[in-house]
């Protein structure tokens, strides 16, 4: 089945980093299994990112950090996910200052399961693509867009689209919450 708009979104599992202040983690504490059904009811904005400790990665990651209150009072959550470890993303969140205290999980994808399920799997590089879906509180697909790595993504953006989404409604282009939409 191809990865299209409309179709169920696959499931996601694997070992995440938990919300919050990374400076008080460790081993024991750090570390949660997740996976899409514990946001049944729920908007989730999923999105992939190439690695850990990398360049653009982190200016998009703290976005979506700075703006997940706005994801929050749209009912939704926020998972970010990479083909690292979760150790890695528990060490990368403890020393960047702009991860350290991120409200949302960073799940691991060390083997590229989740990748591939969402046709984002690079072979050749054996990371993910810049790839993100929202899927509804039914759990379908409702957007997808994937960005080349070198190109990091709007979180307002996103916003914008999920708002949109959740009009259930025609809405032009440039839309913006409040607006009228389409009749």
């Known amino acids: 089945m191809a990865l299209l708009v409309g179709n169920k979104a696959p499931v ?10 990374a ?12 996976s899409l059904a514990d946001y049944n009811g ?49 060490a990368w969140r403890s020393s960047h200052p702009g991860l350290r205290n991120l409200p949302f999980p960073m799940l691991a994808d060390f083997k590229g399961d989740n990748a591939k ?12 693509l810049r790839g993100l879906y929202i899927i509804d509180p039914e759990g379908e697909l409702k957007y997808s867009v994937v960005h080349p790595e070198a190109v990091g993504r709007n979180s307002a953006e996103v916003l914008r689209v999920l ?21």
């Open 23 to 34: 400076t008080s983690f460790s081993p024991d504490n750090a570390f949660k299994n997740i």
């Open 117 to 128: 399920s969402y046709d984002i799997y690079k072979e050749e590089t054996g990371y993910a």
């Open 12 to 21: 996601f599992q694997g070992i995440a980093v938990i919300g919050g202040d």
């Open 163 to 183: 708002s949109a989404l959740q009009t259930g409604k025609l809405t032009p282009c440039n839309w913006e919450a409040g607006q009228n939409t389409l009749n």
């Open 42 to 90: 729920k908007w989730v904005v999923f999105f992939f990112y190439p690695l850990d400790f990398t360049f653009v990665c982190p200016t998009e990651i703290e976005e979506f950090g700075k703006n997940y209150e706005a994801f929050k009072n749209l009912n939704c959550e926020v998972v970010a996910c990479s083909t690292d470890s979760h150790f890695s993303h528990l």
